[in-house]
């Protein structure tokens, strides 16, 4: 979907103001237990957050099927001509605008890598836990000139090690680039955790 065409089908209708912005997300799942992938997801999609003013009438909707997209404006038109205008409302902000840029990451990991580091870490432990990729390409477009886009990553890993039944060390680690995605020390963090787990013994009673 491409928000600056969504914006001029709105213009076309008759909105007087109109913001589109467009989410495409790409988001990866692998899950593991017992030193051993057991499940493996991938999710895509594709969004796009509508927002239109009509002689003062605010209404907004997300979009999540774009065959669904000349339906959903007949309806967004419909309410907007159904409902009374707002006094609060005094239109949408023109001119360009500057942010701080993020990091983004353009090489995506060797999964199969990474998981296999995390079971050669655990060593004499079990590991368990789920590990995230993500990528999201966000682009907004305004009926007052304003066409921007965005990048972003992210890298997670939630593992726990078990040294025994009763002897586990859990840790994190998150980032927005593999640079900074210390998932090692993470997992020896959560095996350091798991081996002084063993054995516990009893603490004397006082302060």
Known sequence: MNPSDIVGSCRERGADDVICHVTNLRRKQIRFANNEVTASKLWDSITASIFLAKDRRVVATTLNDPTKLDETLDELFSIAGAIGPSEDYHGIADGTFTYKGIPVETDMPDDERIIGDVFSIADDCRAAGVYYTTSVNDEIATSSGIHASDESTSF????????????????????????????????????DIARDARNPVRGEEGR
């Open 156 to 191: 997670e890993l939630s593992v726990r090690m078990f040294a025994d039944k009763n002897a586990s060390g859990h840790a994190v680690s998150c980032a927005r680039t593999l640079h900074d995605f210390d998932y090692i020390t993470a997992c020896e963090n959560a095996v």
